[in-house]
């Protein structure tokens, strides 16, 4: 089986040429390693093919007595997650669908996430020579500020990834730093920047190690702007080493950590299911998609 990959080249100096293969698809792993009983995995994109419409036609067709939405986001935002459940209950409520459907909305402290991560880490870490330590950026998708600011809790749970990778990776003296990628627009961004902040280790000569801390898969964020475009940036500013950490992807970590949720949403028997059941996001962040206790 391939892992999830895309083929990166430069095309005669236009540009990077993109090549997708098919790949399995990370539930199907999981449905390999489950004792969930008889089950079938669909497939949503929210912003690309398979949409919500075609899956739900998909799904009404197989007459399920219940659906499981599990998102490959670990941090909940009203962007992305959010979102997407939304568009998913407005189609299924368009096609028919009356099957009883079940939401997970978050996992960022799930213990096969944190565990794939780390492992990732400290593999970078040990391929890291020379006589200054490292920088370690835990980079993640940012958001305008105003999204934040308005309660939604993506920062928050970000800073509860990094902490327990933190906890889990166990190294005292690691210099590390949380930071946000992929900002468009003229709006204020949640910060610091992942850019600025390899800028500035480079500067310093510093070893640097970005880890994606808010992907679960390779894709154009990963791989050409960490990969490419910022690996570019580094090695301008002087930094000596530039390493970036793979994305969870099909770890059997990550992937039993998957089949534990959907386990864990089915038993708990809520609407919208936490890797903990109940609300984990403090009250002040109102963007959580579960009322405060």
């Known amino acids: 089986d391939r892992h999830p990959v895309l083929e990166l080249g430069e095309d005669d100096g236009q540009g990077v040429k993109i090549v997708i293969h098919r790949f399995p698809l990370w539930t199907e792993y999981a449905a390999r390693r489950s004792s969930l009983g008889e089950f079938r995995v669909f497939i949503a994109m929210r912003y690309w093919h398979p949409r919500a419409r075609e899956t739900v036609r998909q799904v009404a067709a197989f007459a399920p007595e219940q659906v499981i939405l599990l998102p490959l986001y670990p941090q909940f935002s009203t962007t992305t997650t959010g979102s997407s459940l939304q568009e998913w209950q407005r189609e299924a409520e368009a096609a028919g669908l009356k099957a009883t459907t079940r939401a997970l909305c978050c996992y960022p402290e799930?213990?096969?996430?944190?565990?794939?991560?780390?492992?990732?880490?400290?593999?970078?870490?040990?391929?890291?020579?020379?006589?200054?330590p490292p920088r370690v950026l835990f980079s993640a998708h940012g958001l305008p500020k105003k999204i934040i600011d308005g309660g939604d809790p993506y920062q928050w749970q970000v800073e509860q990834s990094v902490a327990a990778v933190l906890g889990r990776l166990g190294e005292v003296n690691l210099d590390w730093q949380i930071c946000y990628q992929s900002r468009v627009g003229p709006l204020e961004w949640i910060g610091p920047a992942t850019d600025s902040e390899i800028?500035?280790?480079?500067r310093e000569g510093r070893p640097i190690i970005v880890v994606p801390v808010a992907f679960v898969s390779e894709h154009s964020e990963t791989l050409v702007e960490l990969d490419i475009e910022y690996r570019h940036l580094a090695e301008k500013a002087g930094a000596p080493v530039y390493i970036r950490v793979a994305t969870a992807g099909t770890e059997a970590a990550f992937i039993a950590g998957l089949a534990g949720l959907v386990g864990s949403a089915i038993a708990a028997g809520r609407p919208v299911c936490s890797q903990v059941g109940g609300r984990r996001c403090p009250a002040e962040w109102r963007g959580c998609p579960q009322a405060v206790a």
């Open 110 to 132: 799930e213990t096969g996430f944190v565990d794939a991560v780390v492992a990732g880490l400290r593999d970078a870490l040990r391929r890291v020579e020379g006589d200054k």
């Open 199 to 202: 800028e500035a280790a480079g």
